[in-house]
């Protein structure tokens, strides 16, 4: 099992540039998460799929747009990259929603110039 | 609303020493609680996790943690610091009423281990 995958590893991008970060999970798991994390902020919710087909904001979903496109895949887009945007993007997935543990991919180093 | 309070950012301890990485939460329900950890570069994995069974819980690596009701404190423990310890530990809660269960996290400790 290779867990939860995550690409790219490492992406700079120019202001007003586009981009899609790829997750794919294999642990058969219904929900998927978009967490960015930032020096002294911990890890913030950007949006969640709590199962196929369904997709809802988290805390700070504004700039980001997301896909479930099936079961394994959960992307998320960033339609015109901004620098308050450079950060790291964890995609993680749960069997059931909170209530267990949650499996975290390698993560996206993302730099916006 | 759900909250985590984890108290200083940064810890450093001796090798061989007593780790204690502090965690308060706050919840309405009854909380689920988990303890992550994040070696440099790389995502976070569970250390453990509590859900209303024992309340002192094992993890992985010699780790373990207890839940304290009356404090609202789930503080994570290992007797004796190894130099593989050093990473950033996360403190996490999810209030398991019905519904999604929406997870916070704490911002952090990061765990120094001195030779």
Same mark, same amino acid.
């Given at each position: 099992?290779a867990?939860?995958?995550?690409?790219? $590893? /490492?992406?700079? +991008? $120019?202001?007003?540039q586009?981009?899609?970060?790829?997750?794919?999970?294999?642990?058969?798991?219904?929900?998927m998460?978009?967490?960015?994390?930032?020096?002294?902020?911990?890890?913030? +919710?950007?949006?969640?799929?709590? =199962?196929?087909?369904?997709?809802? $904001?988290?805390?700070?979903?504004?700039?980001?747009?997301?896909?479930?496109?099936?079961?394994?895949e /959960?992307s998320?887009? &960033?339609? =015109?990259?901004a620098?308050?945007?450079t950060?790291?993007? /964890?995609c993680?997935? =749960?069997?059931?929603?909170?209530?267990?543990?949650?499996?975290f991919?390698?993560g996206?180093? &993302?730099?916006?110039? | !609303?759900?909250?985590?309070?984890?108290? @200083?950012?940064?810890?450093?301890?001796?090798?061989? !020493?007593?780790?204690?990485?502090?965690?308060n939460?706050?919840?309405?329900v009854?909380?689920y609680?988990?303890?992550?950890?994040?070696?440099?570069n790389?995502?976070?994995?569970l250390?453990?996790?509590?859900?209303?069974?024992?309340?002192?819980?094992? @993890?992985?690596? @010699?780790? %373990?943690? %207890?839940?304290k009701?009356? %404090?609202?404190?789930?503080?994570?423990?290992?007797?004796?610091?190894?130099m593989?310890d050093?990473a %950033?530990?996360?403190?996490?809660?999810s209030?398991? !009423?019905?519904?999604?269960q929406?997870?916070?996290?704490?911002?952090?400790?990061?765990?120094?281990?001195?030779?």
């Amino acid at each position: 099992n290779a867990g939860v995958t995550q690409t790219p $590893k /490492f992406q700079v +991008l $120019k202001t007003g540039q586009s981009m899609t970060l790829q997750c794919a999970q294999d642990m058969n798991h219904n929900s998927m998460y978009w967490y960015r994390q930032d020096p002294g902020m911990g890890l913030r +919710l950007i949006y969640y799929s709590a =199962s196929e087909g369904t997709t809802d $904001k988290g805390e700070v979903p504004n700039g980001y747009n997301v896909s479930r496109l099936n079961k394994r895949e /959960f992307s998320l887009r &960033l339609e =015109s990259a901004a620098p308050s945007q450079t950060s790291v993007y /964890f995609c993680a997935s =749960s069997d059931r929603q909170g209530l267990t543990a949650q499996y975290f991919g390698p993560g996206t180093r &993302l730099l916006v110039l | !609303a759900q909250s985590v309070t984890q108290l @200083g950012s940064h810890v450093s301890v001796s090798e061989g !020493a007593l780790v204690l990485l502090r965690c308060n939460y706050s919840s309405s329900v009854p909380p689920y609680l988990f303890w992550y950890v994040q070696y440099p570069n790389q995502g976070l994995q569970l250390l453990l996790k509590y859900t209303s069974a024992a309340t002192l819980v094992k @993890g992985i690596n @010699g780790f %373990e943690a %207890e839940f304290k009701k009356s %404090e609202t404190s789930f503080h994570l423990t290992k007797p004796s610091a190894h130099m593989s310890d050093a990473a %950033e530990y996360f403190c996490a809660v999810s209030d398991g !009423a019905g519904g999604y269960q929406k997870v916070t996290f704490g911002i952090g400790t990061k765990l120094q281990v001195i030779p």
